[in-house]
């Protein structure tokens, strides 16, 4: 079983499981919209809405903290760019260290919305299964005229899946190499070798293993889908969304 909520999917009964994919997609696509623009104001309540929506889903919070915790040194590679070269005045409380107020606030601000991106996208895969997904995706690109929607909603489907194998596996070596007293050898390249060669393996053995399974099973992307009508409440937070999102943007302007 996985250790990890990122790009797994965790069962349960919540009502974020229990929502629509699509409209689970559509949703994350407003949030992510929100978050584009540079306003403190949509950050703020970005933040709160993703706290709401982490209490609804039941998630384990633990788990879910720590594999967050993965991201920080991208968050802190992140600030520190910003905080060491965007131009401005020194700190007044430490005018020694080569950061300015602009880059730290800038810094500050940028890690804040990655990390509420990196949040929202996991909290959607750990609450949406990957058929589900893929469901979503054709529905929502089938009015696209020539575009293969089933085959982007298949490979959309199976990158996931395999972004969650291989943290797997990667861990699973690691322990390995761990017991096997190898993480006491100093030299770096060969703690990559022993890595990277095992997990690279495993994957290419579980590709193969993917493309002759869809063969065997006469995958086509002319079948035609049926799709489950959508259930007329699960629209509701789709419009309750913009709706206080242009009341926050009227009252702020």
């Known amino acids: 079983?996985?250790?990890?909520?990122?790009?797994?999917?965790?069962?349960?009964?919540?009502?974020?499981?229990?929502?629509d994919a699509r409209c689970k997609f559509v949703g994350l696509l407003m949030v992510t919209a929100t978050l584009l623009?540079?306003?403190?104001?949509?950050?703020?309540?970005d933040s709160g809405l993703f706290l709401v929506l982490l209490a609804f889903s039941?998630?384990?919070?633990?788990?879910?903290?720590?594999?967050?915790?993965?991201?920080?040194l991208f968050l802190l590679a992140l600030f520190l760019i910003h905080a060491f070269f965007s131009p401005g005045l020194r700190l007044p409380a430490a005018?020694?260290?080569?950061?300015?107020?602009?880059?730290?606030?800038?810094?500050?601000?940028?890690?804040?919305?990655?990390?509420l991106i990196l949040g929202y996208a996991v909290l959607f895969t750990a609450v949406t299964r990957?058929?589900?997904?893929?469901?979503?995706?054709?529905?929502?690109?089938?009015?696209?005229?020539?575009l293969p929607e089933r085959r982007v909603g298949l490979m959309v489907s199976l990158t996931l899946r395999f972004f969650s194998i291989i943290l797997d596996q990667t861990e699973e070596v690691r322990l390995a190499h761990k017991t096997r007293l190898g993480d006491r050898h100093r030299n770096p390249l060969r703690k990559v070798k022993f890595l990277t060669l095992p997990v690279l393996r495993r994957s290419l053995f579980r590709a193969e293993d993917v493309t002759l399974a869809l063969a065997a099973r006469g995958y086509r992307d002319d079948i035609p889908l049926l799709f489950p009508r959508m259930n007329r409440t699960h629209i509701l937070p789709l419009l309750a969304f913009p709706a206080m999102a242009f009341l926050l943007g009227k009252f702020w302007s």
């Open 1 to 19: 079983m996985a250790q990890r909520i990122i790009l797994h999917y965790v069962p349960g009964i919540s009502p974020l499981h229990r929502w």
């Open 37 to 45: 623009p540079t306003k403190m104001v949509w950050l703020f309540f």
């Open 58 to 72: 039941r998630l384990p919070l633990r788990l879910f903290l720590r594999d967050l915790r993965t991201w920080a």
């Open 95 to 115: 005018p020694w260290i080569p950061v300015s107020q602009e880059g730290f606030r800038l810094g500050g601000v940028a890690c804040w919305r990655v990390g």
């Open 130 to 146: 990957p058929r589900e997904l893929q469901g979503a995706l054709v529905w929502l690109l089938k009015p696209v005229p020539f």
